[in-house]
């Protein structure tokens, strides 16, 4: 075996030097990365906790509620029709609140799974908003908060305006945000959502005058299981998953939505949505849950 030259050598020392440098590179570029991952991996199995925690109190909190009051009822047959219809109506608010709330939740496990789809018909939206807004009234009503829809259909006839979508969708992107906008709004308040088409785009502005969001806090709001109020401190109805969802719905209609607020003055959440272009049912829904098709005569039914 032939002997190296000094200067051999040190090239081979400097080789094998910069071999272990990058070695080592290498080994604190994967010790960091492993550290990220850890960190998410923490902060999501603590976001799953917390929600599986709200989620709980949620769906506990209206059960308990609902099952308490109609206890009453049937043990107090001789109640007044005044508390009778006291008692319906705060069984009502709670059914209404865990059919929503639950609703949510299936639509968030269809969108993670990839399982959700569309079904486009040609949707009545006034008549379409009109009854979500009314499905509200209690809600509304439980806080004094005004409501006010304001269309603007560009010199349209507002009787009935048709648009091509998913009414199921559409419904649950408009329900969550004036849910959203109700739930935030301080007592005495106004939420106002305004509706309108431009160049074959349905635009929707949810606007609240309530507490208001940091313009930091803009797309935390956004992230599924995600609540600006945790623990202790929390003073709001919601598990986090009413604008993830919105956000996702509307993205999967290729639609977009942005939020404008000030800290105590109040929020506006806009969303556009362009009409869809694929192949649409042979019919058109009312209200996000009747369809009505034509028969071979040309008949409703």
């Known amino acids: 075996m ?32 492993l550290v990220k991952i850890n960190k998410k991996l923490e902060d999501s199995e603590a976001i799953k906790s917390n929600f599986l925690s709200n989620i709980r109190n949620e769906i506990n909190n209206p059960l308990t509620s609902i099952l308490g009051l ?18 319906l109506s705060l069984i009502h608010e709670e059914a209404f609140h865990l059919d929503f709330q639950i609703k949510n939740i299936f639509e968030a496990a269809e969108i993670e799974s990839g399982e959700t789809s569309l079904g486009v018909s040609v949707v009545d939206v006034i008549a379409l908003s009109n009854n979500i807004i009314a499905s509200f009234r209690h809600f509304a009503e439980s806080k004094n908060i005004k409501v006010e829809m304001v269309y603007d259909w560009l010199g349209q006839d507002q009787g009935e305006v048709f648009f091509k979508s998913d009414p199921e969708k559409l419904s649950i992107i408009i329900s969550n945000l004036l849910s959203n906008a109700i739930e935030f709004t301080n ?39 995600k609540q600006l109020e945790t623990g202790s401190t929390k003073t709001h109805r919601g598990h986090g998953l009413g604008l993830s969802i919105t956000k996702a719905v509307v993205e999967l209609l290729a639609g977009g939505i942005t939020v404008s607020s ?29 369809f009505i098709f034509d028969d071979d005569e040309g008949e409703k039914f």
């Open 2 to 33: 032939s002997r190296l030259t000094n200067k051999e050598l040190i090239e081979e020392l400097k080789g094998r030097f910069q071999e272990n440098e990058d070695a080592l590179y290498d080994l604190k570029v994967m010790t960091k990365n």
């Open 70 to 87: 109609s206890g009453q009822l049937l043990l107090s047959a001789e109640s007044d029709c005044d508390s009778v219809k006291s008692m």
């Open 187 to 225: 007592e005495g308040g106004e939420v106002e959502i305004k509706m309108w088409i431009d160049a074959g785009v349905l635009k929707i502005d949810a606007k609240d005058n309530g507490i208001g969001i940091d313009s930091a806090d803009f797309e935390v709001i956004f992230d599924r299981f």
């Open 262 to 290: 000030t800290k105590g003055v109040g929020s506006v959440f806009s969303v556009a949505v362009p009409e869809a272009e694929g192949p649409e049912m042979d019919g058109f829904s009312s209200d996000g849950n009747e």
